[in-house]
Nanobody, 124 residues
Framework: QVQLVESGGGLVQAGGSLRLSCVASGRTFSSYAMNWFRQAPGKEREFVAA????????YYADSVKGRFTTSRDNTKNTLYLQMNSLKPEDTAVYYC?????????????????WGKGTLVTVSS
């Protein structure tokens, strides 16, 4: 079992920045590739970013590419999402998720564990 807890959400003006964190406990964090997803009101949960177990590979949704950066610190069991140049359409609950596939994937159904999410609101 892996427990995931996100933090760092809040209210920010358009053009601003936030950094989300996801702290893992339980099994060895470095055994898992990690993803970020988000879900806006009335919409399906969508892929945001993915990172390999050692941080060597990353993958982003086109909508956030160039603005968001994901990273991880396996010594701290922590995953990060740096979000810059935020837009109102980035408003959503952001979730981290873990899986043990050897490839990066954007598939929600491939995730083994999920956090409960943190709310990001971007005002115009």
């Amino acid at each position: 079992q892996v427990q995931l807890v996100e933090s760092g959400g809040g209210l920010v003006q358009a053009g601003g920045s936030l950094r989300l964190s996801c702290v893992a406990s339980g099994r060895t964090f470095s055994s898992y590739a990690m993803n970020w997803f988000r879900q806006a009101p009335g919409k399906e949960r969508e892929f945001v970013a993915a990172i390999s177990w050692n941080g060597g590979s990353t993958y982003y949704a086109d909508s956030v590419k160039g603005r968001f950066t994901t990273s991880r610190d396996n010594t701290k069991n922590t995953l990060y999402l740096q979000m810059n140049s935020l837009k109102p359409e980035d408003t959503a609950v952001y979730y981290c998720a873990a899986h043990q596939l050897r490839i990066l994937t954007r598939d929600r159904d491939a995730m083994d564990y999920w956090g409960k999410g943190t709310l990001v609101t971007v005002s115009s």
